[in-house]
């Protein structure tokens, strides 16, 4: 790998609109020289010749994706992001002819022992999922998705004598004020139900283009395609059944549990919807100062965790690849984007003075340590492994990193780590709740959109049988999935959170017992990228497989255990 230079910011990215048709030309030379080539030495060093011209167009595409979601009201970045949303499907159609002269390859089993048999794993499945006759209604997916974006970051709520987006609100819906938790949560699910038509209008619209899509490329519907788009080549729809039907086994009764303790202690006779995100009488652990002091103390916390991570937050802060506070007109959510032409990952969050900044900057922070760990791959597909893997490196990132999160929560670190398990148990059951609903939901694409929502409740109540909507009407007929993104974004993605999870408590489980060993395999994790599938990572990792039974079982029984145990030695009722 080269060296980085520091000194150029994100700011200083340069950027500029590629000219799709020029990159068809190279494209069509490119492959023309592979399939004219006498060896495969030959046809790698072509093969590279291709990554880079890749490389080109991803880094414009991530730039402007990354100041368009900075500033969502920027005219120019406005019709960037638009102009990609255009070409993307006719630059998949220019991948769809790469891949078939790769897959093709009259050199093929020298190329596999070159690049590895994995890349043609992937070049297979991607001539699955594309074809020139759906580029127009991949354009038409591209623009009902940016539609979502915008409305979710057009959401202008007057509450506390000012305006606010939904990330604004959430320091509300945390209050230790009832009332103030309820009026916030209320006003925040208002937005929904105002624009109730429009979320209706665009995921019925987005259902039907993928539907559509699946039958054009010969599935019998979205399902398969979906699975086949996140690259899933180790395990199947039935291995994620599987899963859940552990979730519902394990998980669920712990989940309800730990809700029946947090009613006692929070000093309350039953919890409602708006509860959800209070922990303690005394308010949620927060962190004790703004962004920019948050930042300082992960540059502390990353320095010292080890040499990698020292010059990894170094590359963040010298070259400005964060962009952490809420404002206005900035898209919802966050993220971690790279560039690879200047070799940065680049971390998009939304703060709001709850726990989740530092939840959230860890997590994206695992993301971007991953892709600085593993730049080095000279295929492209390499660099970045199946979103399932990758979530192992977020959410195990936000337990390795427990050893200094006094540096942000001070008096309030107990709170946290008690906080943060429990919720990151709970928080599985509601995954696998939106993973169903998607699998019914591309089942049956005709169903209409109070179908839709009336079984969104009937296997929300499977999984999370004590919520408790009250009387709000909007949420107890079903519309709380509005608000997840990814059901509108990316299908099938949500269920990746969860596989993740059962990961990273294993990786929190060895760290408890020998936390150099547990450092070293998160480590060789990151720096085998996606070179693996899912299964094969795993054993790089030395962790077990979340498919398996037994092994839901045993991570949540120690993790309850644990929880049990760190109540005991904690006094909580010290907090009055």
């Known amino acids: 790998m080269k060296e980085i230079d520091l000194n150029i910011k994100f700011k200083d990215f340069k950027y500029k609109r590629p000219d799709i048709n020029e990159i068809e030309e190279k494209f069509n030379s490119h492959i023309r020289e592979f399939e004219n080539s006498d060896n495969a030495e030959d046809q790698f060093r072509i093969l590279k010749k291709v990554n880079a011209l890749r490389n080109d167009f991803d880094s414009m595409r991530s730039i402007a994706s990354i100041r368009y979601t900075i500033d969502t009201n920027d005219k120019f970045y406005n019709e960037e992001h638009g102009y990609f949303d255009n070409v993307g499907p006719v630059y998949s159609g220019f991948k769809e002819k790469y891949y078939k002269a790769l897959v093709n390859s009259k050199h093929r089993i020298e190329l596999e022992k070159i690049a590895g048999r994995y890349l043609f794993d992937i070049a297979d499945l991607f001539l699955k999922v594309f074809s020139p006759e759906i580029i127009d209604d991949l354009k038409n997916e591209n623009r009902l998705v940016t539609e979502y974006v915008k409305l979710i970051a057009s959401a202008r709520i007057k509450f506390d004598g000012q305006e606010r987006n939904l990330a604004g609100m959430s320091i509300y819906t945390e209050s230790e004020n009832r009332e103030v938790r309820k009026s916030s949560s209320e006003s925040r699910w208002k937005f929904f139900s105002d624009n109730e038509k429009e979320f209706d209008r665009i995921y019925d619209e987005l259902v039907k283009v993928r539907t559509g899509i699946a039958r054009k490329l010969g599935y019998d519907n979205f399902i398969q395609l979906g699975y086949d788009r996140m690259g899933r080549t180790d395990y199947t729809y039935r291995e994620v059944e599987g899963f859940r039907n552990s979730v519902k086994e394990f998980i669920v009764p712990v989940s309800l549990n730990l809700n029946e303790i947090k009613k006692k202690r929070i000093g309350l006779d039953k919890l409602y919807y708006y509860d959800s995100g209070f922990n303690f009488k005394s308010g949620n652990p927060t962190p004790k100062g703004p962004p920019d002091w948050i930042i300082g103390k992960a540059k502390k916390m990353y320095d010292e965790l080890s040499e990698e991570t020292g010059k990894f937050i170094e590359l963040m802060a010298k070259r400005e690849l964060m962009d952490l506070e809420n404002r206005k007109g900035k898209s919802a959510g966050g993220y971690c984007s790279y560039i690879a032409n200047y070799e940065s990952p ?231």
């Open 346 to 576: 680049f971390i998009f969050s939304n703060m709001n003075g709850t726990a989740d900044d530092v939840r959230v900057l860890t997590h994206e922070a695992g993301h971007a340590f991953q892709v600085y760990e593993s730049r080095g791959f000279e295929i492209d597909e390499y660099l970045h492994p199946t979103m399932e893997a990758c979530e192992i490196h977020s959410m195990s990132m936000e337990f390795i990193t427990w050893p200094w999160m006094q540096l942000f929560f001070e008096e309030d670190t107990d709170k946290f780590f008690f906080s943060h398990l429990s919720e990151r148990l709970n928080f599985i059951p509601y995954g696998v709740t939106v993973d169903e609903f998607q699998h019914y939901i591309y089942e049956k694409p005709e169903a209409s959109p109070d179908e839709r929502k009336k079984k969104w409740r009937e296997i929300e109540n499977k999984y999370r049988p004590d919520i408790d909507y009250e009387d709000n009407d909007f949420l107890e007929r079903g519309g709380f999935w509005f608000q997840q993104g990814h059901i509108f974004k990316k299908p099938f993605y949500y269920i990746d959170y969860c596989l993740a999870e059962i990961c990273a408590l294993q990786f929190w489980k060895k760290c408890n017992h020998d936390r150099d060993a547990a450092w070293q395999e998160y480590l060789n994790l990151c720096k085998a990228g996606g070179s693996k599938p899912f299964l094969e990572l795993l054993k790089i990792a030395e962790i077990n497989s979340p498919f398996d039974k037994e092994v839901v079982r045993s991570i949540v029984e120690y993790s309850d255990e644990w929880l049990v145990s760190f109540s005991k030695e904690f006094d909580f009722d010290q907090y009055p």
